[in-house]
């Protein structure tokens, strides 16, 4: 399978940028009420974190200052874990795929990674 380590920033621009877009979505659900059966309060917690969310998404999709954007979002993801799906429960509600955090611990892991990362191809920031 060596073939395919040419094609690693390839892949990896895409992860980015599909990564941005589905987080974006999220924003546009809560900020807009686009496809959303509700919208949160506007200045609430959770509508803070929709405008994360769109903000943040952007900047991980267009590859710009991605380290700070998937940062940040990783954090976010983190908390909304903690806070709205974990809620520091244990027995059965420890489990994401009980307390249905699968997507928040995904998104929080795959942030960190491109944090460390950066935009890397396809981006509008400088690369070396």
């Known amino acids: 399978m060596q073939w395919l380590e040419k094609y690693a920033d ?3 621009a895409l992860l980015r940028i599909v ?5 974006t979505f999220h924003g546009l659900q809560k900020i807009f009420g686009i496809l959303a059966e509700q919208q949160p309060a506007v ?3 959770v ?3 929709g405008l994360l969310e769109l903000v ?3 900047a991980i999709l267009v590859g710009f200052q991605t380290r700070l954007a998937a940062f940040l ?3 976010m993801m983190a908390v909304a874990y903690l806070q709205f799906h974990w809620k520091f429960q244990f027995g059965a509600a420890f489990w994401p795929a009980v307390n249905k955090g699968e ?3 995904v998104f ?3 942030f960190l990674y491109m944090a460390a990362r950066g935009g890397v191809k396809w981006c509008l920031e400088k690369t070396a």
Do not use: M, N, P, R
């Open 10 to 12: 390839h892949t990896y």
């Open 19 to 23: 990564a941005g877009l589905l987080f």
């Open 43 to 45: 200045g609430s917690q």
């Open 47 to 49: 509508w803070i974190g």
């Open 56 to 58: 943040g998404g952007l």
């Open 73 to 75: 979002c990783s954090g």
């Open 103 to 105: 997507l928040a611990v």
């Open 108 to 110: 929080c892991f795959l």
